[in-house]
């Protein structure tokens, strides 16, 4: 993570991440997303419902994470984000993971085609893996600011795990906080695996 000399606002946080990931070679983005795709047999079981995600651009992960995924039995929900009439974030709806069946969607994402599941979806699963620029000890999480995700992780069953996907060093000891913050109870990373937040 880049050192700020003043506490850096989420605006300048997400900026100095993204940047960092930007200039990382292919190989190690690689290597990095095969290494987490070995901590998964650890963080689910068969017949689990997990919630993931395609990663785009330098996001940690892969589809082949995806794929490892259904390999170990599991169902796996993939996000369709969309906006109201009004431009303001819904909470996701979710469609079944299909190797080889994603569309096109807004932001450069890839998404299942429908049929669609509604929001509440994310009930039915055990682990939710998010995407995240950081996440910190105590689980708040960095997200790219849209709020996708805080106005869904709400409807999550009690003790769902809500994993935050990060690189090493995006695993830091805090990150600015906001009251709709949904805070995660554990971080992936490529090195450490599975690190329980929030104790």
Known sequence: ??????????????????RARRALPRQQRDAEALALCRWL??????????????????EPGSPALLD???E????????VARHDADGVPLPLQW??????ALIAAEFGL????????????AREAQV?????????????????????YDRTLGSAAAGTRLVA???????????????????????????NGIVALGG
């Open 1 to 18: 993570m880049v050192e700020f000399v003043a506490p850096p606002t989420k605006t300048e946080l997400r900026a100095a991440v993204v």
């Open 41 to 58: 047999p650890a963080l689910v079981g068969p017949a689990h419902t997990v919630c993931a995600y395609v990663p785009v651009g330098s």
């Open 68 to 70: 490892a995924l259904l």
């Open 72 to 79: 170990l039995g599991v169902r796996v929900l993939l996000p």
């Open 95 to 100: 469609g079944e993971y299909r190797p080889d």
């Open 110 to 121: 890839r998404e299942p085609s429908p049929p669609w599941l509604p929001a509440d979806a």
């Open 128 to 148: 939710i893996v998010v995407p995240a620029l950081a996440v910190d000890r105590t689980g708040t999480r960095l997200g790219r600011g849209a709020g996708f």
């Open 165 to 191: 996907v990060v690189r090493d060093d995006e695993l830091v000891d805090t990150l600015p906080a906001e009251p709709h913050d949904v805070r995660m109870t554990h971080a992936l990373t490529p090195t």
